[in-house]
């Protein structure tokens, strides 16, 4: 399969699992956070819903400096403002994926502040890094949301929160 056409895949359902993630959250609890040190709920949210663009951005510039470029977050009020904020990023990324050339995925990506460089790598290892994010971030949430007692979708299977069977396999004695 041809690398933009294996991205695209991915990229499809990795939203599935984003979408169930992001639509089971507590508006009431939007400002918690566990630690004072961590993200409150929708901050992480947002940023999750947010990542896809990062493909778009990647395949669409040199670089990221956070000190020419500073991080303002969309203002979310509700599910599902956040759940049509995702769905925009997605159809973003996806777009700029689609017409990317393979040229690209490896020319030089930097990530800085300023004059400290945080990165420079491919842009298709920024891309795979974009994904790894999305991963981390939801599975972040996941235990956010399993410290307000939320119910957990399955990711690549069934998560504890749901009824599975397992099935049993006879298997020959062993000799």
């Not at 399969?1 to 895949?9: D, G």
């Not at 999305?134 to 299977?157: C, E, K, M, N, T």
């Amino acid at each position: 399969m041809e690398l933009i056409q294996s991205l695209l895949k991915e990229m499809e359902q990795e939203a599935n699992t984003t979408r169930k993630m992001l639509s089971i959250i507590p508006e009431d609890k939007f400002n918690w956070q566990p630690h004072p040190k961590s993200m409150s709920i929708i901050r992480l949210a947002t940023h999750i819903a947010e990542l896809p663009t990062w493909v778009s951005m990647v395949l669409t510039t040199e670089e990221l400096d956070f000190a020419t470029a500073p991080y303002t977050p969309k203002v979310i009020n509700n599910v599902k403002e956040l759940l049509a904020y995702f769905e925009e990023s997605l159809a973003d990324g996806k777009a700029h994926l689609e017409k990317a050339k393979l040229s690209q995925f490896d020319e030089k990506w930097t990530l800085r502040n300023g004059s400290d460089i945080y990165d420079v790598s491919p842009k298709g290892e920024v891309i795979r890094m974009a994904y790894c994010q999305i991963v981390h971030h939801r599975a972040q949430l996941g235990v956010f949301l399993r410290l307000l007692d939320v119910a957990i979708p399955g990711s690549y299977g069934p998560s504890a929160d749901e009824e599975f069977k397992v099935a049993v396999v006879d298997t020959p004695a062993a000799v």
